[in-house]
Each structure stands twice: as structure tokens, then as C-alpha cells.
């Protein structure tokens, strides 16, 4: 997949750094283990600092300091997920700030300009995200919705990209608009809606596409069956990205399945939290069973964080609070998902992804797993 700020090598799983950053580690601990690129979350950039804010300083990869490939998503997602007094209509959502409450409209309009002063590589369309389950007739109304917020998302897009003068703020006075813009196929578990979205919104033609409105909570078997029914809906030459997806496994899983691009805050998350992924399983380095455990974390890992700490110095470190067991636990569970996928790159290089996603799977489903 070739951006604005260079290549990414796919399939490829993105880091997310919600606020500008990711939780815990550096930038050049990303770059360290090989991060091609970062999602950051337009919503919390919106409220703090503001997209203007920092459009003004440059956009976000100069504010942050990475000058690598980012993609923002649309805000939707968090201002189902995170906001109060959400009302959706026709026009967009009319949301309360999480923050201090003020009172925000996001539209498929406002989403494609945030992330036009953003300037991220690849910005998401707004999309509604209907809450799981959902019966047939509300996710019909919602996949309709969300087409024709595609649309004018879409339209909001070409307008930015054409005609300079609609920007609301601009960088440079010649600056060049090559961002990219992915549609979102929605339709909730129900595999004639998710055919059907898939067809009507590669017929509104976005740059590439995402799988949205999984993951959030359906039973895995039928997470698997939708994406594997959306793919061969899409175009075969371009990336196709499910979003907030997922474990290792699930990964392997949808890389099978024809998926391109991937982000999720479980390595992240889990690693603050204390869970590690192991190419063993995972272990939950709370445990007292790794008090006096001199093993790395994964005897297979060539991480920092591997190379250098002992499970019973991870479990000190988690136990008294030491910033640090965040920092290193994140940083394994990082690399861990960023070589999963190198690996799985490699293996399609060669032609043996079937075997591996055997022994893949077979490792992990031979090891105990903590509890
Ligand atoms: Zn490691």
C-alpha cells in the first residue's frame, strides 16, 4: 500500500495511538519493532487539541513527530462508544463531549474536513456503528444510512481535494491534498446486508475499503463468516482494512480470508494491563506463579523487553506500580503483533500461509492459558 508519507508492507497491523500517541511507548520504541504506520482516533484529537489547532502546527504528523504513514478514523466510533446524550439523525450525531460536555455535531461533512486538517495518509468515512445485536430491519435502516453518509462523505472529499478554497484551514498555499479516503461496509451479522453493502458502496468508489461494525461482541464464528463474505466483494487490487480487530488468531483468521490492514487496542490495553500474548499463549503476568520465574516473558520473542526482563521482574514491576510494566509490556505485546504479521507476510512471500496458519494455531491451542 503505497501513502503519502511511503510504503506499507501488508498485511500489516497498525498501533493505535489514540491521542497522538500510543500509551507507553516512544515513537522510536514503534519504530524499533517495525511499526509501518499508526491510526489516531479523530474524536479525541477533535475535542483536544482541536484539528485547527493542529492544522496550524502543520498537521499531525509534524505536531506528533512521526513521519510515517497515519490513518484517523471517522470520531463515529467514539462518539457511539464514549460520548453522552448521542441523538443520531439523518444530518449526522449530535453528541455531548465526554470531556465537559459540550455539545458537538459530527457529519459525514465535519468528519472528512477534521481529517482534512489532520492531514492524515488515509482518512475513514463516517459510518453509523450499530450496537450488537441488532435485529434485521434496524440494521437494514442503519446499512442505508450509512450509504448515503458515504456518499456525501465522499462528495465532502472530492470537494476538499478539488477545489482548495473549501478547506477550512490551509497548510501551505500550494499544498497538495493526497490523502486518501476508505469507505466502511456495514450491515451488522446478516450476510445479505454485508454483500449488499459491500456492492453499493465500491459503486460510490472510495480509494479502498473497511469492514466495519465487527468485533463488537458476536460470536467469533460469525465474525469470521461475514468478513469472509464481504472480501469477495471488494476490490482484489486494493487494501481492505477491518477495523478493531483483533486477537492473534483473529488475525491469521482474516489475512485468510482476504484482509489487508488491521488495528486493535488489545495489545496495548492488555499489556497496561498486565496480559501479554505469547507465541504460547497468554500468560497474565499478575500471577503469583511468576514470582521467582527467571524465563523472558516469550523464550521465542526478540524484543527489548524479552531480551532484557525476567516474568518475576515483570510481576514486581506490575506489582508496585512502576510506570515501566506498562512501557514493557506494551512494547512485547507490540512486537508480538507487528512479527505475527511479518511473519504471515513472509509466509505468503513463499507460498506456505496454509501451513503456517496450522502450526500457528496449534501452538497456541497446545499451551496453557492463564486465566
Ligand atoms: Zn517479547
Redesign the pocket.
Known sequence: MTTAHGDVETPAFMPVGTQGAVKGVTHRDLESIGAQILLSNTYHLYLRPGDELIARRGGLHRFIGWSKPILTDSGGYQVFSLSSRRKITEEGAQFQSHLDGSPHLLTPEKAADIQANLGSDIAMVLDECLAHPADAASARASMERTLRWAKRGRDRYLQLRDDVGSRTVRLKPDATFDQAQFGIVQGSVFPDLREESAERTVEIGFDAYAIGGLSVGEPIDVMYDMVGRTTPKLPGGLPRYLMGAGTPEDLVEAVARGVDLFDCVLPTRNGRNGQLFTSEGRINIKNARYAEDDR???PA???Y??RTCSRAYLRHLFAVGELNAGTLNTL?NL??YLDTLRRIRESLAFGRFESFRLLFHESLSRQLQDP
Open positions: 523472558p516473558p516469550d520473542c526478540q524484543c523487553t524479552c512485547h512486537h508480538f
